[in-house]
């Protein structure tokens, strides 16, 4: 599709948004958000006709990119049949988004708990878990993102939770691995694993075990840096749940659906979870739904005893429908094994090039379509490139990198000292090329903060 310009257009769009839509995560009266006039596969554009390359994928949903026909028809087709429907009945969209879901989830998650999105998803997973054990606590993980609603940002473990927290959320954080910036002095790989594992069981010794209802991880966490697991931490985790009785609870929310070249990250660890929060990718975005998928374990907790809670639009028609589309052109199309190859053949070795060239990465790290960089200041004391949580005026070389990157046709993703590179996992390899090639633009920028 060809971006038609009309400026009158997106200046009445701006003037209404800014007089009445309050933005989430934001200051209302400094920020100016783009009028976005259109999409298409891995583009958007404005209403002056400047089309951008999305290297952020929404905000990591939009997995089979945009305005994909064949789930379009579908939304359109179930509209016209039926367009919403109550939750307590079976109807064939939801049926059988479901039954495609639990398809693809690993062991025996053959359950799915619809909700609306991926914060209430771990909402109602920290509920099942809490009444399956009987216990209060949850475990998380510092350097995570959980969601926005209370018990989940509680249970989030960046700056996002701070103005929302009361200490009374039975929440308690850990030290997860993560070796460029080990908590645990470790020098290798193995030595991360082992000894954030040893700090894992100590913390649940020290909290008390019989307290303690759910550890969650998101699978690779994702706003919080992309750290990939080190091999054999998640089974470990694993291990420690089946000793003390506590729940595993993996958040693939945003990794889920392809992002990371399996249809969930928990694959690429050969680990099953005893719930698993889904979200975005599962449709794409294109119409919001997310979910909790249950072992059977879980599930026989509520087989003579209803479960205490729900939705008014849990598997929503619409919603449904779009899954179901989205799942079989992902299926069709080879959606999956492109962000795998793509990953691995263009934009790893293209981000590693990037991180040889330019002193303001201090790592790449990634699989699939999912992939950071850290931006430091000096590689050697590995000084992030802004300070933890920056603002203001200390956060000025990340806005020049960030717009320098939309300059060249880019639009970035970034967080804290890093930038994400999220883009749809239907990407060509010509398309990841052309952002690659803008990225090197943008970090000549970033390079001038370096010392």
């Known amino acids: 599709m060809t971006p038609q310009t009309d400026p009158r257009a997106g200046a009445a769009v701006k003037a209404a948004d800014r007089a009445h839509v309050f933005h989430p995560w934001s200051t209302q009266e400094l920020i100016d958000p783009l009028a976005v006039a259109g999409a298409e596969g891995s583009y958007f554009w404005d209403h002056d006709g400047n089309r951008y390359l999305d290297f952020t994928s929404g905000l990591v949903f939009t997995n089979i990119g945009y305005q994909h026909p064949k789930v379009v028809a579908a939304i359109q087709e179930q509209a016209a049949t039926l367009t919403t429907f109550a939750p307590a009945f079976a109807v064939e969209a939801r049926s059988e988004a479901a039954r495609l879901i639990a398809e693809r989830t690993p062991g025996d998650l053959d359950k799915i708990f619809f909700t609306n999105g991926g914060a209430d998803a771990v909402e109602h997973a920290v509920r099942m878990a809490r009444i399956h054990t009987g216990r209060p606590k949850v475990l998380s993980a510092y350097r995570s993102y959980h969601g926005g609603t209370q018990q989940a940002v509680n249970i989030t473990g960046d700056p996002r939770r701070?103005?929302?927290d009361g200490a009374a959320a039975g929440v308690v954080h850990f030290w997860a691995p993560f070796l460029y910036r080990s908590r645990f002095y470790a020098e290798t790989e193995q030595q991360e694993c082992e000894r954030a594992l040893e700090h894992l069981e100590t913390t649940i010794a020290f909290e008390g075990p019989g307290t303690i209802a759910a550890v969650i991880l998101e699978t690779i966490p994702g706003t919080a840096g992309i750290m990939v697991p080190p091999r054999g931490y998640l089974a470990g985790v694993r291990d420690l749940c089946d000793k003390y009785g506590i729940v595993f609870v993996l958040d693939e929310v945003m990794a889920g659906f392809g992002r990371t070249g399996e249809w969930f990250a928990a694959d690429l660890f050969e680990v099953t979870p005893d719930l698993m929060t889904f979200a975005k990718g599962v449709n794409s975005g294109y119409v919001p739904l997310g979910g909790?998928?249950?072992?059977?374990?879980?599930?026989?907790t509520f087989g003579k005893r209803p479960y205490p809670g729900g939705?008014?639009?849990s598997g929503h028609p619409l919603a449904c429908a779009a899954a179901v589309a989205?799942?079989?052109?992902?299926?069709?199309?080879?959606?999956?094994a492109n962000a795998a190859v793509i990953g691995t053949q263009v934009i790893e070795p293209g981000l590693r090039e990037l991180a040889e060239?330019?002193?303001?990465v201090g790592e790449v790290r990634g699989v699939g379509m999912f992939w950071a960089l850290e931006l430091v200041k000096n590689r050697e004391t590995r000084e992030p490139l802004v300070?933890?949580?920056a603002a203001g005026e200390s956060n000025a070389p990340m806005a020049a990198?960030?717009?320098?990157?939309?300059a060249h046709g880019l639009w970035p993703f970034v967080n804290m000292n890093r930038t994400h590179v999220v883009p749809p996992c239907t990407i060509t390899e010509a398309e990841a090329k052309e952002g690659l090639a803008a990225l090197d633009a943008a970090l000549?920028?970033?390079d001038e903060y370096t010392e």
């Open 162 to 164: 701070w103005a929302s």
């Open 444 to 446: 000549s920028v970033a």
């Open 311 to 313: 939705l008014t639009y």
């Open 326 to 336: 989205t799942i079989d052109v992902m299926a069709e199309e080879g959606v999956v």
């Open 292 to 300: 909790v998928a249950v072992s059977g374990r879980i599930a026989e």
């Open 401 to 406: 990198f960030a717009a320098a990157a939309k």
């Open 357 to 360: 060239r330019h002193p303001s």
């Open 387 to 389: 300070p933890y949580n």
